[in-house]
């Protein structure tokens, strides 16, 4: 049984077309719940009359496959999937959970099944990706690991000479990796609970990248499959509520947790990366705006 959790911030029609047109392609016996975190009676009732479900209460009606959870407030990303991935252990035997975003487009009509099979033949294989493609056509995944140091100082600090440092990795070969995407992700649900799910301390961004260190601490890996394609309309609805700079803020807030608690990086080390990033965030990136408002104009 495979389960797969959504989280709705304010774009139930999105959400509703994914599993109309999307979803609706997957083979494999599923349950799909909806966690919702838009704090909104209207985005419930939407999503109760499209959808025809109704919201959790006092018990379930096991004969749906499609659930909807009102998560009471904005859990943020982490929260509100293991909100949506414990009400599927507690009610349903899923041996695998998919954590999707909805801003999704499948390549093929059954994306899952070859990634269902690949950690079938290999128990290693906690979490896996499929390629992912933006909207720009460039990969989203899989994305090697980076220290502080490279990631955060010497690219921000030194933005105009180092700004293509990045963790992702262009036409990467079948394997395992550092990190995978969070909008589009395979596990296996034993060993997503048996690292106690992503960790509720990060709001948003980091949470995959702290998942693949818990999978590595239990001798498990990240493994990405390029033979399957998504295309990803990147943070669709996070650029509808979130300018840049605070993206890339909540960003660095997450992976400077990250480092501090699964890295065991010095204060001092974050102090310096954090230092980058206001250059980079009250210089560079209203220097980087300027020129493409520039290059739009002209």
Known sequence: MLGIVLINYKNEEEIIHYIQHELSGIEL?????????????????????ELTIREIS??????????????????????????GAQFLKDNFECKYILFSNSDIHFDKKDVLSPLIEKLGLNDRISAINPMIIDENFNYQSPMIEIS?????????LFYPITRKISPIVNNAPEGEYGRLMGCFLLVRACDFFEVDMFDNNTFLYGEELILSEKFRKIGKVSYYLPTCKIYHQQSSTIKNFLSEKKQIAMMAKSEFYFYKKYKNVNQLTVLLASFSMIVYLYFYLPLKLFLRYLKNEF
């Not at 006092?58 to 909100?83: C, M, Q, T």
Request: overall charge neutral; charged content about 20%.
């Open 148 to 156: 502080i140091w490279k990631l955060y100082i010497s690219r921000f």
């Open 58 to 83: 006092n018990g379930i009606d096991k004969s749906s496959n499609l659930f909807l959870i009102d998560a009471k407030g904005n859990l943020g990303y982490a929260r509100a999937n293991n909100l």
């Open 29 to 49: 016996p599923h349950n799909i719940v909806i966690v919702d975190n838009s704090c909104d009676e209207s985005s419930i009732s939407k999503l109760e009359s």
